[in-house]
Structure formats: C-alpha cells, structure tokens
C-alpha cells in the first residue's frame, strides 16, 4: 500500500468542522435524542463511525431529529416515523402531510431575503448570470401554480417536461409539485423516441416544451421531435412553449410568458407523506426505461439530509452542478434551493468553448460547492487545463463528482490543480433514491481513490455472495434498513413485482444495489463498478473502474470499455477496447505500454487477452459507459435483444461490438 493511500489528502480545520451543520446536527442529536456525544479528544473518524452507527440503529430517533432540526412543516402530524420498516413496503410518517415545493418557497418569505439570488442562470459563452431571486422565484410558480390550476391539473396528474437545465424548469417543476402533481423531465437531446419510451408509461396531461436548446456553440431546433411528441402523447390536455431560441408559440399551444406573468403568491396542495413527487427513469439499456416514483415527503428529509449535513450547504452558499434534466443530480441541484442556497443552472457543453468551461461558470458566478462528473475532472486532467492559476475560485470550498468512481489520478488532479486545501466530496448513490448511499461529510479527511463515508440513516454494508458482511474485501453493495427516498414503488408495478425483482431478489428484505464496493478499516468506501459486469478471472472479482483508471492515465488513450466473458467451455475471455487519441496508434510498443500498466499498478489477472481499437465508446444518455450490453453482444445477442438503442447516445457504436463475438473458447 503506497504512502498516499494512507495519508490523507486533505483534513478539515478543526475550528472548520467543528463549525460545520454536520457538526451541530450531530451535538444537538446527542443532547435531545440520545446520539453518542461528540468526542473531546479530535478522533473525527471514530466520532463519525459511532454518530453513523447509532443513526441507522435507532432509524426512528435519528429521523425525528432530522425533522426538527431542519423545521420540516408537516400541516397535519404523523402518528410515528417509521410503522412499517420492512423492505420493500417501509412507511414512513404515516399521516403527515406536507408540500415539497412550500419547503423551498418559504426560503422567500422573509423579506430580508426577497432580492437574494434564488438562481443564478449561466449561457454558453455569457460572462454574467442571470438572476432570479427568491421573490421572482415565488411570484413565478404562484402564477404558474394557478394557472395549472385552471388548466384542470391537480393532484395525481402527471406533468412532462421536455426542456433543458434552465430556471423556467425550475418553476415549472415547483409548480407542478405545489398542485400536488407528478413531475417527469427528459433533457431535449434525447431524440423522440427515447422520451416517448419514458413518457408513454406514465400519461402525462400537460407537457412543457421547448423550441430548441444550445449546446456546443450550436443552436439545436427541436419543433419537429415536440411536434412528434404530441401526437404520440394522447392523454396531453396542454402543452406550455417555452421559446429557448425565440420561435413562436406552434398552433394550439401555450404561452409560458402568459402563464407566468401574473402576480401571485403560491399555495400549495398538502399531499400525504408518500404522495408522488416525481418520476425518474433506470437508464432503459436492455428494455424500457424504469419509471422510478419518489414521495413528497421522502425527497423533502433526504435532501435536507443530504444538502444541508452531507454538503454543508446554507443560505450563504451559491451551488452547482453541471447536469441535465434527464438524469437525477439535476432533481439534487434543486435541494440546494431547500436549504435556502442559491443555484446555479446551465444549458450548454460541459467543454465548450474550453475544456475547463465548467470551471469558469463557477468563477463567475462565486460557487461555493460544485459538483461535477468524473469522466469530466478527468478530462480536464488530459486537456492540460488549470483553472486553480488560470480562475478565480476563491469562494470554492468544496468539490462534488459523481456518476462514475474518481478514480485517484482525479483526486491528485484535483488537490494539485485547485487547491490543496478543498473539500473533495467524491459520492455514490443512484437514480433509485435520487440521494447518496456514501459521500462526503465536512469534518472528515479525504484519502485518494476513497468516498469519505456512509451517509447519515444509510444502512451499508459490503457483503460476500453468502449475504455475510465483509471488511476490506470486495463485495455487494447492499442497504439493510430503509430510506426515506427508496422509490414508493414503480409506474404500472401495481403488484410491485419489477421493484422487488430490481433490488431484492438476491438478499431478500435486503436492497443490493448493483455495486461492487469495499468498504476499509477507516469506514471509508471505495467504488469498484457494477456488480452485474464485474470481471471475474479464476476466482477473483475485479473492478472495470481499476483498469479505466490505469488504461486512461496513458496519453494515447482517450477511453477504454473492459469486458470480461464467461465461455462455453470454461475459459474466460477479457478484451480491452480502446478508443485512441489523435495521432495515436495501437502498435507493439503501446500495446506492451497498456499491459505493462495493468501488471505493475494493478495485477497479472488485469492484463486484458486482447487490445481491440474501436471509433467510439458507447454510453447511456447520461453518459456511463455501457459494459452490459456489451457483454451481451459479444455473448451473441442480437443487438435488437441486447439493448434498447434509444437509451444509447451512440447507438452506431454497439455495431462495431458484433464482428467481435466470440462464444467458444
């Protein structure tokens, strides 16, 4: 084990932590609700461990705690926390009753804080934001609340939109929530097909949409797909135009100026505490996409949770994630507002018109916590780009990725290039609960390759294929107590079958999400890939991230896709698939380059059996790259069987994959 591995990277000033919102939940928990006291003698991880340990152990009073600390409104009491916490099937506060959206809109109640910042937008190539503040932000969904309203839309119903990460998706979502109806979005680079996949399964009465949106210096029409949706979508009573690039309202629609232009003052529908929120989708690769369905009141505690103890964030913060409204982090990006912090919205390229194009929004507009992808540190990382000398970050004290594991080349990237002394928040979680299983907490230390801890009521554990817990080891990870904001079920489940299948059909009772993890002496956790691809050479289970990690640190190298294959006479075929940076070449000396690095940083049973260069990785929508799938082709499953090719965004790449079958040994 190198030296760095059990050093920290980083370590929070004391005074720091001490100061932290994690740190006062944890001193006012120990006081009132029986948590174990803080300790006096400066062992965080230790006082963590033990804070965590008695979180998930006493499920009732760590909630109950959450709930008043944070001043969750609940119009009509719950009876209990917990009255059922059996998986799946957990009720949480039976009785209550609350409204997602007033928990965000009572941030502008105050007078002192109507001309604050709610949203700070940022365009492609804009040197300023645009701003709305929380007044605006309240008068908007008031007059957009009643106006769905008198469009019929009520409790239950179901509203799409088909609009980027802009604030009008915002209000439009706050809305939409304040009526007590269902919200479902899908970023408008998805071509028809793909949102229709999604939807279709739910019905939805009223769509909001788009006339184009711009990306990569590149203004992208998108009348026609609208058009298409609308006559594939024969329960829509409304559609909203939303004219991005300036086009005029198509016959038959709505205003968004007129809906939004009255002012109004929101009220909001008091909804059970599961009542659905929203609907998310599973990436659909090998079949429609899932429609994941997630409560009111169950999204409402996470995200305070998450936001406000895991995050640190407050009203003083300004908050940003780069995402679209077509994968979960842009559901998360909205919980800043519930914690009274400002947001920070973007429609445009992660890397135009530079690489660190990420970077200089969040210069401009003074983030404090920004959160951004792996795959996208690590390109800054071979762009050569240095924002820490090139940017002022002065107000950045903390650092999100997600979406894929950083890998430890990305740690040191980062504390080399930003600043040495940041806050790195390298989190886990999944679309499932829209929220974190493992993530950051500010009075932590950070040690490269690894997320810091299990978050707060999460019950994780790594567990062997005989459902035994395990430490140091490689294994399943797995959930053993419920959250809040594990889906209240599936769309057109009603027997709940597609949700038990998902999650708990190895470990019943028990939620086993897909991931192999380790979880180390030090409570930490580090994130290996997923466990329905893991590779598996004699015996021993191996992370596809490792390899990308090693594979990628070479220059030649832009992307690499590992799969391992299981063959019909019992051997076992790796190949390694390389998508070659310009100029490059896949001759003897880089193949010996990339096999040399798999030996010597990792083991002998990483050196792939064959290095194959193809044009392009395939991913999803959301941009993971695809290995199941894959797997399955080079099974001999037809493309058509293997993969829903509306979920890819590349769906030429999987061809390449099929000349490349090999089912004998």
């Known amino acids: 084990m190198s030296s760095d591995e059990i050093t920290p990277l980083w370590q929070p000033d004391p005074a720091r932590a001490a100061a932290s919102r994690l740190a006062a939940f944890h001193r006012f928990a120990a006081e009132y609700y029986g948590a174990p006291k803080p300790l006096p003698d400066g062992k965080p991880e230790v006082e963590y461990a033990q804070f965590h340990r008695w979180s998930v152990e006493h499920l009732e009073d760590f909630w109950s705690a959450l709930i008043q600390w944070f001043d969750v409104r609940f119009t009509t009491q719950p009876t209990t926390v917990l009255a059922d916490a059996s998986m799946p099937g957990a009720t949480w506060f039976p009785e209550a009753r609350l409204n997602y959206a007033q928990h965000i809109l009572r941030h502008g109640e105050d007078p002192q804080n109507a001309d ?98 711009r990306y990569g210096g590149k203004e992208h029409d998108r009348t026609e797909v609208v058009a298409e949706l609308r006559g594939e979508l024969p329960t829509l009573r409304h559609v909203v135009h939303i004219p991005l690039l300036g086009r005029g309202a198509p016959a038959g629609t709505l205003e968004w100026d007129a809906l939004t232009s009255a002012p109004a003052v929101p009220s909001f529908e008091q909804v059970p505490f599961d009542h659905p929120l929203w609907v998310l989708y599973s990436s659909g690769t090998t079949g429609l996409p899932k429609a994941i369905v997630q409560s009111h009141g169950g999204i409402t505690v996470e995200h305070l949770k998450q936001a406000g103890l895991h995050l640190d964030l407050g009203p003083q913060d300004r908050f940003f994630w780069y995402t679209s409204t077509g994968w979960m982090m842009w559901n998360f990006l909205l919980a800043g507002l519930l914690v009274g912090a400002s947001i920070v919205t973007y429609d445009g390229s992660p890397g135009y018109p530079t690489t660190d194009a990420q970077w200089r929004i969040a210069a401009a507009t003074g983030v404090t916590v920004y959160g951004t992808s792996a795959a996208y540190v690590m390109a800054c990382k071979k762009g050569d780009a240095h924002p820490g000398t090139d940017l002022d970050l002065s107000r950045l004290r903390a650092i999100g990725t997600t979406g894929s594991p950083l890998p430890p080349d990305g740690f040191r990237w980062i504390y080399d290039e930003i600043s040495s002394d940041i806050w790195l928040a390298s989190v886990s979680g999944g679309t499932d609960v829209c929220s974190c299983f493992v993530g950051g907490a500010p009075t932590l230390p950070v040690y490269v390759g690894e997320i810091q801890a299990p978050s707060l009521g999460a019950a994780v554990e790594a567990w062997d294929a005989g459902g035994k817990p395990v430490v140091g080891e490689v294994g399943e990870l797995v959930i053993t107590k419920p959250i809040p904001s594990m889906p209240v079920g599936f769309w057109n489940d009603p027997d709940g079958v597609r949700y038990r299948e998902s999650y708990f059909e190895m470990f019943p009772g028990v939620w086993r999400h897909g991931d192999w993890i380790t979880v180390t002496e030090r409570g930490t956790v580090v994130i290996h890939g997923r466990s329905d691809s893991t590779l598996n050479r004699q015996g021993v289970r191996m992370g596809s991230s490792d390899i990308y990690e090693v594979v990628e640190r070479l220059p030649q190298i832009k992307e690499s896709l590992v799969i391992g294959l299981e063959q019909p006479n019992g051997g076992y075929w790796m190949p390694l698939f390389v998508v070659l940076a310009e100029g490059a070449e896949l001759d003897d000396a880089l193949r010996a380059a990339v096999r040399d690095a798999l030996r010597t940083q990792l083991s002998p049973r990483h050196v792939p059996d064959e290095i194959i260069v193809v044009p392009a990785i395939p991913h999803t929508l959301t941009g993971k790259r695809i290995e199941v799938p894959v797997k399955r082709i080079l099974g001999g499953t037809p493309l058509e069987k293997a993969v829903n090719p509306g979920s890819i965004d590349n769906p030429d790449a999987l061809r390449v994959f099929e000349q490349f079958r090999k089912t004998e040994g």
């Open 116 to 213: 604050t910042a709610a949203i700070l937008h940022m365009e492609e190539g804009a040197a300023e934001p645009r701003v709305t503040t929380w007044s605006e932000l309240r008068r908007q969904v008031g007059s957009l609340t009643a106006e769905l309203r008198r469009l019929g839309v009520g409790p239950g119903d179901r509203v799409s939109a088909y609009v980027p990460n802009v604030p009008q998706a915002a209000v439009a979502m706050l809305a939409t929530a304040a009526v007590g109806a269902v919200w479902t979005s899908c970023a408008p680079d998805f071509g028809a097909r793909s949102v229709l996949d999604r939807f279709q399964q739910i019905e939805p009465v009223l769509l909001f949409a788009v006339d184009g949106y």
